[in-house]
């Protein structure tokens, strides 16, 4: 079982230096909210949290992510269209002490966070990049513990601008999701 949150250290790249599928690459330059194009191909969506909790923000910053807070809410969730797993996401949301700081995302239970910062006509993606996760112990602990098989494995992160605030929100396509069809 896998000890979250897990590992996306990865060689992130900008996405127009990889050689990927036309279908993979439509995928990842999704423009839009993953969470709408995700439901839009299937019956039933739905979000099980895996792990939601308060970190060191200075873990977290790196090369395109900065926050100026203290910590920052590191929420983990498994995207499932038709009781399949899609998408392993990852978002990193600065905490502030007053909400009229940032955008209040603290309480989004099952709520998938693309439903919520897509609906703010705001919102700015800054930053897009893509990796390989296929050597990533973390990933393949995660796919085993579904029982998935083996196979390389694609993600992004983007960063976003929300009313001044910056969000962080890395996606990995699982093994049989709808990008590697």
Not at 22 to 44: C, G, H, I, M, Y
Not at 131 to 154: E, G, H
Request: with cysteine.
């Amino acid at each position: 079982m896998p000890t979250y949150p897990l590992s996306l250290q990865a060689q992130w790249q900008d996405v127009e230096r990889v050689s990927l599928s036309a279908q993979l690459l439509d995928w990842l330059v999704e423009p839009n909210s993953l969470t709408r194009r995700l439901k839009s191909f299937s019956e039933q969506f739905a979000v099980e949290v895996l792990s939601e909790r308060l970190v060191d923000a200075a873990a977290y910053q790196g090369d395109i992510f900065t926050c100026d807070t203290q910590q920052v809410r590191v929420r983990e969730v498994i995207l499932f269209c038709d009781n399949r797993p899609m998408v392993y996401a990852q978002s990193w949301i600065p905490c502030y002490e007053h909400a009229e700081q940032g955008v209040d995302l603290t309480h989004l239970g099952a709520t998938p966070l693309g439903e919520v910062i897509f609906q703010d006509p705001q919102l700015s993606r800054q930053q897009l990049q893509v990796a390989d996760f296929s050597a990533n112990a973390d990933l393949l602990a995660l796919t085993q513990s579904f029982n998935l098989p083996n196979q390389p494995l694609w993600g992004r992160r983007s960063r976003f601008n929300l009313t001044g605030q910056q969000i962080m929100v890395c996606e990995v396509f699982l093994p049989g999701a709808y990008a590697y069809l």
